[in-house]
């Protein structure tokens, strides 16, 4: 099963990018990278998620490197409300009855965002 | 947000007594999943369920027990509450489309005391 490592803690300014990084160097060929936030007390909220390609939707831009062994998040103008804890995690299939599976989360990184 | 609903959402409870949680969904998903959440753990799959009638065991499924009735309602029953089993449970649901990059979205938590 692949593993994730991320930094602890991040820091970022209001309005400025935030890359959050994340190495998952024993990923497989067919293991999707997941992005998910916790803000504080509440449910994790699914953010982004690729396999090989970069991708981009309203909330974050996911960076895969060629060799998949790593990957960036980034949220292109952080706000205070992006003050979270941000997990990365690689999907694998687990269980039985089709195309369900188990999200592995770390530790994720808490990113801070000052004004 | 996916529609998932938990209930109740805060509950103190005696050790021994029988707890029962409830997930609702209105998205019509076929998968749903129960977790906790402890300081130092992170979030733990305790049982899933891959459609009516049908669940399997997590990571930690000890002292636990679900039940899926109807594709919208998925319980989690601890039977004997024991101090161990305080924790943040969050129920998630996906819809298990075939697809390998089903999503999982997740509830907004029910925190339980056990005394």
């Known amino acids: 099963d692949a593993k994730t490592t991320q930094p602890t803690s991040m820091d970022c300014a209001e309005g400025r990018a935030a890359n959050l990084p994340c190495n998952h160097s024993?990923?497989?060929?067919?293991?999707?990278v997941y992005w998910y936030r916790q803000i504080h007390s509440q449910g994790p909220q699914y953010i982004i998620h690729g396999l090989k390609n970069n991708e981009t939707n309203e909330m974050a831009s996911l960076i895969i490197t060629e060799d998949r062994k790593s990957s960036t998040l980034i949220l292109p103008h952080a706000t205070l409300r992006d003050t979270a804890v941000y997990y990365c995690?690689?999907?694998?299939?687990w269980g039985s009855g089709g195309s369900n599976y188990k999200l592995t989360f770390g530790k994720g990184t808490l990113l801070t965002v000052n004004p | 947000d996916a529609g998932i609903t938990q209930s109740p959402r805060h509950k103190v409870t005696e050790t021994g007594t029988p707890v029962t949680l409830r997930c609702h969904q209105t998205e019509n998903h076929r998968y749903m999943y129960w977790y906790r959440q402890d300081p130092g753990h992170g979030l733990r799959l305790i049982h899933y369920s891959y459609g009516v009638k049908d669940t399997d065991k997590g990571e930690v499924s000890d002292g636990y027990s679900v039940s899926r009735s109807k594709t919208e309602d998925f319980l989690l029953t601890l039977e004997s509450a024991t101090s161990s089993q305080t924790s943040v449970y969050f129920c998630a649901i996906s819809g298990g489309s075939g697809g390998v990059s089903d999503t999982q979205y997740f509830g907004p938590g029910t925190r339980l005391t056990v005394l």
């Open positions: 024993t990923i497989s060929g067919n293991e999707y």
């Open positions: 995690i690689v999907r694998f299939p």
